[in-house]
């Protein structure tokens, strides 16, 4: 299985930024995106199952949006409104069809005026 991230960078608060994984080497029936700043542990910030349905960390909602294309096997994490506090290593994670689990190696969103 390979996770290729892409998308992350610098970006000014208020700022979009749209971050990618494409995935490969198996069937994925769930993709997530996890995120950990210095100092602190890694947590959720959003999923999506194979049936669609979407889950958000609460200091996102209304502010991120996860998506896939099951026939790029890639998911996407479309968001907007930056604030400084989503400054960290953004993580790519999928979940295959025999409920194994991966991990992208990360890209780095830093918010900074």
């Known amino acids: 299985v390979q996770l290729v991230e892409s998308g992350g960078g610098l970006v000014l608060p208020g700022g979009s930024l749209r971050l990618s994984c494409a995935a490969s080497?198996?069937?994925?029936?769930?993709y997530g995106w996890y995120r950990q700043a210095p100092g602190k542990q890694r947590e959720l910030v959003a999923d999506?199952?194979?049936?669609?349905?979407?889950n958000y960390a609460d200091s996102v909602k209304g502010r991120f949006t996860i998506s896939r294309d099951n026939a790029k096997k890639t998911v996407y994490l479309q968001m907007n409104s930056l604030k400084p506090e989503d400054t960290a290593v953004y993580y790519c994670?999928?979940?295959?069809?025999?409920?194994?689990?991966?991990w992208g190696q990360g890209t780095q969103v830093t918010v900074s005026p």
């Open positions: 994670h999928v979940r295959t069809i025999i409920n194994t689990m991966y």
């Open positions: 999506i199952s194979s049936g669609g349905s979407t």
């Open positions: 080497g198996s069937i994925f029936i769930a």
